[in-house]
Structures are given as C-alpha cells and as structure tokens.
C-alpha cells in the first residue's frame, strides 16, 4: 500500500493536464461505473443486474484502487475499454490498467526532464575535418600502391613465411585422411574427391586436379 500511496503524490501533477477530474477515488469510480453503463449496455444489465453484485464490485474496485490518482483510473478504464469493447472489464483488469498508466506517465516525464537536461547541455564542438581526412587517407593509400612485380614478390614472401610455419608446428597440426570410399577415383591418387558431374550422389568423385582431366 505505502507504494501506491507513493504514486499517488508522483503521479498527480503528471495528470494535472488532463480534463476534470473526480476529488475522490470513491467519486471516481461512481462515475466509473456510470460510464460502463453506458458504454456496455445491455452486456452491462446482464451482468450486474443484481444490486448486490453490483454493491459487491464497487466496494472491490474501492479496495483495490484506494490510493490511485483519479485520473490514472480513468485513464486505465479507457484503455480497458479499448482493448476489449464487448465485455465489461474486470477489477483486476481495471487495476493492472490503471498501474501500466501510471507507469507510463512517470517515464514520459523521465524522458521529458532528461531532454530538458541534453538540451541544456553545450552544443558539440568538432575539431576534425573530414574532407582533410579522407585526402590524408587518400593519399596514403595511393603512395602505397605496388606493381606487379611487387605484388608478386610480397605474396612469394608470404608463402615462404606460411610454409615455414607449417614446418616449424607441424608436429602439432592434425591431419585427417580421407577414407577409402572417399578417395579420389582417379588412379593412384590419395586425395580425397570432392567434385563430381553427377547430380544424384551415385558418380565418381575427383580432386579438383583429376577432375579437370576427366
């Protein structure tokens, strides 16, 4: 309850705006009420054509929505009423309602004191340029061009210091034979074949070295 009557306090000046309200939760949902008459109809006079049943539920709503704001029970009966127009609301409806409203207003106002907040702050200063920028970038890029000869030679000096690697740990790399059925089909060959001209899986496989030859 202490945390009802908490959003009590936070949430009033935040539905201040709104139209008129009732000055007490027992007020409001006499009108509450009045109003589902109206809206529901005959559904509503099926429902609570029994006095007492109808005593019954407004004492309820009473209990469970002491504390609220009025306007926030207003709201959430709205909205109750939006999402399901054929059937009167429940009371647990009516209150889960009625706290996503209050929920939503305290974050509008969040979100309204932080912009306030970021629009206070100083205007950014930007201290590049960006089309100086991208010339620098440009033109170390061009100066970093190689011919091809050059290209040649530092892709031959990458492969020295890849096979050198291979060497150096190949007591620890795990090589994995293809099996007998997945050899190549080609004679002689230990690889394993991985390309065929079939299309149903029942052809011969073949290495892509033994594969052009066929």
Known sequence: MENILSHNATSNHLISDMPQQPQSVKQTIVEMVK????DFGRTFQNQFHDPEVLAEF???LLTKLRGYPPGAIISGY?????????FCPTVPEIEASTKEIIKNLEQAEK???ETQRLAALPAPTISCNPVEMFAKAKESHDSEKLTSEQRMKKRDEAMKNHNALLIIHSHLIKRVYADYDHLCKFPGCRKAGSISRGTKGGDNFYCLQHFRLV
């Open 35 to 38: 109003a589902m008459q109206a």
């Open 58 to 60: 407004k004492n309820r």
């Open 78 to 86: 709205e909205q109750c009423v939006d999402r399901n127009p054929k």
């Open 111 to 113: 979100n309204r004191i």
